[in-house]
């Protein structure tokens, strides 16, 4: 194949799984857009879709397709309340790029078991303290005054959903739709594995223990005056123990995908050739 026959190529399936990632991910808005967060702004939301495309046919193609896949979701359904236009131009487009894009970049750097998981935990982090620090500053704008502290309610919310869901289905996903790599990827197809054992273990281990992190913050908060303020926004927030179990859930999944991910990708064995 010549360069110019290559690029054409990378180029086509750049904006054949782009546009593939947008409508998708547009769907799976759709499924979850009337389950809304504690506080009646922003939705529940599944980001399989944006995650798969990441790891398979890059950063870029992820971002924009999770952009214009969130926007054209909100945009069809904003009728349900828990977004409208202005949010959905100004924080949820922003959001779907950068998380996506950091899930998708890292991974690149880092493709095995180590780069998905650093991957998932950094752009689900920082993609949604956008979506919450601009859900907050936004309606502030507009006349809707909310305490800060709704900017670490929505985020410990969507982090504490997503990212259990991303790290369980992601994997098994992948690996399903090997046969058809050579038109969903225009470079290596992703393999999530890690054949150092002791790697994968340290790596879960302080993966797992960052994510508890969140557990006893949760539960300082609920000790405090703070969590009167979080829970008295719009709706009522459920109890501290629902939070911190959402939290102990996604430790757990690194866990048991950890000792999974090798089982979905096992280690091709070489046959030595015997010298005639």
Partial sequence: MDQGSYYLESRTKFVTSTAACAALYAVTNALTSFI?????????????????????????????????GSFLGDLVLQGTGGTNLVLN??????????????????????????GFIAGSVVGLFVGNLIAA???????????TRLPDLV??????????????????????????????ASKLSSGDYPVINEPDKRSLWAWTAIVTIIVLAGVPIIFLLSTTSYWQQLTGVFSESPPSWVWAMLFALSALAVVVMAGLVNKLWPQKRTVPQVQK
């Fill in 133 to 143: 620090a601009g859900v907050v500053f936004v309606l502030g704008a507009l006349g």
């Fill in 151 to 180: 900017i670490l309610g929505l985020l410990l919310f969507w982090f504490g959903t997503m990212f259990p869901v991303e790290v369980i289905a992601v994997p098994p996903i992948i690996r399903a739709l090997r046969p058809w």
């Fill in 36 to 68: 809304h967060t504690p506080w009646g702004v922003g939705e529940f939301r599944i980001v399989i879709v944006p995650a798969f495309f990441a790891l398979v046919s890059g950063p870029l193609s992820a971002a924009v397709g999770g952009a214009v």
């Fill in 89 to 114: 131009l100004t924080v949820g487009v922003p959001a779907n790029f950068v998380g996506p894009f950091l899930i998708g970049w890292i991974f690149q750097k880092v493709k095995n078991w180590r």
